[in-house]
Every structure is written in C-alpha cells, then in structure tokens.
C-alpha cells in the first residue's frame, strides 16, 4: 500500500510557475505508476500527467503540453509536477495518485490518491 501526500501548491499570477510535490510512503514507490489528475470548480478530474516507474516514459494531457513537466526521484519517494506558464485556466485542486502497473491516464484505473493541494491562478 502507498499512502501520498501533495504539497506545494499556491497562489500565482498568470505567467508564473510552481512546482508541486508528492511524497509517498511505502518501500515499493519505485514500482508505482503515478500520476497527476486536478478537478476544477464544478468540473470532473482531468488527467494532467503520468509517469512510469522508472521514469523513463512520461504522458502529458494536451492541455498542459509544453507548459507542464513530470518527474520522479525514486530515492526521495517524490514525483514532481513543474508548471511553467501557468493560465487561469490552470486553477483547480490537484491530486497525486499511484497505480500497480504500466502508465494509466483514466481516473479509475489509480488506486491510491492523496488529498490534493489547491492552485489558483490569478489573470
């Protein structure tokens, strides 16, 4: 079992960049999938980005591409999720999540979350 926590979020005016944190617990983190998903006010989650266990294959929603990047350091249990050039549109609470298994970009398929952390993006 992984238990994640998120941290990082803010508030940031349009343009700007934060980068937000999720730790997980448990000695198998290096064999976990994680992702990213946020949920805006009254909207469902959307898949933002994904990561393999090693790290070595990344997926990114269309939607962010280009402006958002994943990354993961095993030997911190951390996953890292840098948005850059970040629009009002941007603002929502975003959620970690870890799944067994290959790269998933479907909500459902993630069986682990954290709390999430919000981000606002102001214009």
């Known amino acids: 079992q992984v238990q994640v926590v998120e941290s990082g979020g803010g508030l940031v005016q349009a343009g700007g960049s934060l980068r937000l944190s999720c730790a997980a617990s448990?000695?198998?983190?290096?064999?976990?999938?994680m992702g990213w998903f946020r949920q805006a006010p009254g909207k469902e989650h959307e898949f933002v980005a994904a990561i393999s266990w090693s790290g070595g294959r990344t997926y990114i929603a269309d939607s962010v591409k280009g402006r958002f990047t994943i990354s993961r350091d095993n030997a911190k249990n951390t996953v890292y999720l840098q948005m850059n050039s970040l629009k009002p549109e941007d603002t929502a609470v975003y959620y970690c999540?870890?799944?067994?298994?290959?790269?998933?970009?479907?909500?459902?398929?993630?069986?682990?979350w954290g709390q999430g952390t919000q981000v606002t993006v102001s214009s």
């Open positions: 448990g000695r198998t983190f290096s064999s976990y999938t």
């Open positions: 999540a870890a799944r067994r298994g290959t790269s998933a970009t479907l909500i459902e398929e993630y069986d682990y």
